[in-house]
C-alpha cells in the first residue's frame, strides 16, 4: 500500500527533475506513487497539464493515480486504463454508495483512494487507502479552505482496517508526529515539487522515516 504520495499542484510542474530527485533519494524502498490532480479540471484537462509528470513517471515505472470527482469517473476509469494508471483517487468526502460505485467498475484490479476532511468516515471497505487532510496548514497556493485538523484528529482515523495517509503541510519536521499517531503514509505537493537538491534531502528523509515506521509495526 501507499507509503509515501507526491501530488501534483494545479499548475505543471518541473517534472524530470523532480523525478530524478525521488530517485537519488531511494523512493524505491518503499511504496511511492504520485496523485494526478488539478482542481476543477476534467479527467482529460488533467492529463495534458501534467503530461510532463506523467510521462517522468512512466519511464521510470512508478505507479501514478488520477484524482477525480465521482461525477467524472467513467471519464477518468476510460482515462486511466488507457494510459496504464495504478488506480484513481476520488476526491470531495465521498460517500459509501459512491465509493461502492467505484469498486464495482474497478473491481480488485485498481487501486481507490478517497480524500476525507474532519471525523472518521464509513466506506473503509471500498477503497485501498484514506488521504485525511488538512493535518497541517498547507504550504501551497492549491491549498484547501479547510482549516488544519491538527495530529489529534490522525488518532481516531488509525484503526488497523485503515489505511491512513496524512496529507497537509507533511514535512520532515511534520512528518514524525502523523507516524506516530498511527498513519500509515504521508502526502505531499511541495516536499515533492520543487528544487531538485531540496527535494532529494526532503524525500530522502521521508523514506528513511516510513521504512522504520514499517518496521516497528512489524516487530
Known amino acids: 500500500m501507499i507509503?509515501?504520495?507526491?501530488?501534483?499542484?494545479?499548475?505543471?510542474?518541473?517534472?524530470?527533475?523532480s523525478v530524478e530527485a525521488w530517485i537519488d533519494a531511494g523512493i524505491d524502498r518503499c511504496s511511492f506513487a504520485v496523485l494526478v490532480r488539478?482542481?476543477?479540471a476534467?479527467?482529460?484537462e488533467t492529463?495534458?497539464?501534467?503530461?510532463?509528470?506523467i510521462n517522468a513517471c512512466l519511464r521510470r515505472g512508478i505507479p501514478l493515480l488520477l484524482s477525480t470527482s465521482v461525477d467524472a469517473l467513467p471519464a477518468a476509469s476510460d482515462a486511466v486504463l488507457r494510459e496504464g494508471f495504478a488506480g484513481v483517487h476520488l476526491r470531495g468526502d465521498?460517500?459509501?454508495?459512491?465509493?461502492?460505485q467505484a469498486r464495482s467498475?474497478?473491481?480488485?484490479?485498481?487501486?481507490?483512494?478517497r480524500s476525507c476532511h474532519g471525523a472518521p468516515q464509513v466506506g473503509d471497505r471500498f477503497v485501498d487507502y484514506t488521504c485525511l487532510a488538512p493535518v497541517f496548514a498547507p504550504r501551497t497556493t492549491t491549498a484547501w479552505a479547510k482549516a488544519p485538523s491538527g495530529v489529534a484528529a490522525?488518532?481516531?482515523?488509525?484503526?488497523?482496517?485503515?489505511?491512513?495517509?496524512?496529507?497537509?503541510?507533511?514535512?520532515?519536521a511534520t512528518a514524525p508526529a502523523c507516524l506516530a499517531a498511527g498513519a500509515r503514509g504521508l502526502a505531499s505537493i511541495a516536499t515533492f515539487l520543487g528544487p531538485p537538491?531540496?527535494?532529494?534531502?526532503?524525500?530522502?528523509?521521508?523514506?528513511?522515516?516510513?521504512?522504520?515506521?514499517?518496521?516497528?509495526?512489524?516487530?
Do not use: Q
Not at 3 to 17: K, R, V
Not at 105 to 113: M, P, S, V
Open 197 to 219: 537538491k531540496e527535494v532529494a534531502e526532503n524525500v530522502g528523509y521521508l523514506v528513511e522515516l516510513v521504512v522504520s515506521a514499517r518496521h516497528v509495526s512489524s516487530a
Open 105 to 113: 467498475r474497478f473491481g480488485d484490479a485498481l487501486l481507490i483512494g
Open 3 to 17: 507509503e509515501l504520495l507526491a501530488i501534483t499542484p494545479d499548475e505543471p510542474a518541473s517534472a524530470t527533475a
Open 154 to 172: 490522525l488518532t481516531p482515523w488509525c484503526t488497523p482496517e485503515r489505511w491512513i495517509v496524512a496529507l497537509g503541510g507533511i514535512t520532515p
Open 38 to 40: 488539478r482542481a476543477g
Open 47 to 53: 492529463l495534458g497539464v501534467h503530461a510532463g509528470v
Open 94 to 100: 465521498p460517500s459509501p454508495a459512491e465509493l461502492g
Open 42 to 44: 476534467t479527467p482529460e
